[in-house]
């Protein structure tokens, strides 16, 4: 009777964690060069590098609401367009997406990696394309709603972070390089 029980507290501890290691799966659909390529309309070089500091640590953890973020972001730069490849936990994943910035706006967004069990519509063009000709506001939000998708809305938030942040580091950048007015 005690190895019975014995067994059975064993199944019940390892039966979650077995569901947990199946259900995560990693799936690239472009990988980052391709993107980098596509977006610029040429291949990739050295990416440029913004750190940040100052008062711009302060806006980036009201974007991710969160006090952890990398100290530097890394861009691709063809003339007032810019390519941000940004990493942002869904629930307990990174999702990479790849988000393209032009005069303050997203000309597009796509999910490159998405790593957690549920939530993967996001990487579809119903969704994404919704961010087309977003600005972002002096609020820090964006110019318009976005729509969610049921069962995917830690996801979805992921998204509006990354492409709220995308926005905001392309606007220090252009005005680091005197290409934009003050906002």
Do not use: C
Not at 33 to 60: F, N, S
């Amino acid at each position: 009777m005690r190895g019975i029980t014995g067994l059975l507290y064993f199944l019940i501890l390892l039966t979650p964690s077995l569901w947990a290691g199946a259900a995560v799966t990693e799936e690239t659909y472009l990988k980052t060069d391709d993107y980098i390529t596509a977006a610029l309309g040429q291949k990739p070089e050295k990416p440029g590098i913004l750190w940040v500091t100052g008062d711009m640590r302060l806006t980036v953890e009201k974007i991710l609401d969160r006090k952890t973020f990398p100290l530097r972001y890394r861009y691709w730069r063809n003339g007032n367009r810019t390519v941000w490849i940004l990493n942002e936990i869904g629930k307990v994943l990174p999702i990479t997406t790849g988000i393209t910035v032009e005069n303050e706006k997203i000309i597009d967004l796509t999910v490159l990696t998405y790593r957690e069990s549920h939530g993967s519509e996001i990487r579809f063009p119903a969704y994404s394309n919704q961010f087309n000709d977003v600005t972002l506001k002096d609020n820090l939000r964006l110019s318009k709603p976005i729509n969610g998708i049921s069962g995917a809305t830690l996801s979805t938030n992921a998204m509006k972070k990354v492409s709220r942040l995308a926005l905001y580091l392309h606007h220090k950048l252009m005005e680091e390089n005197g290409s934009t007015t003050a906002k």
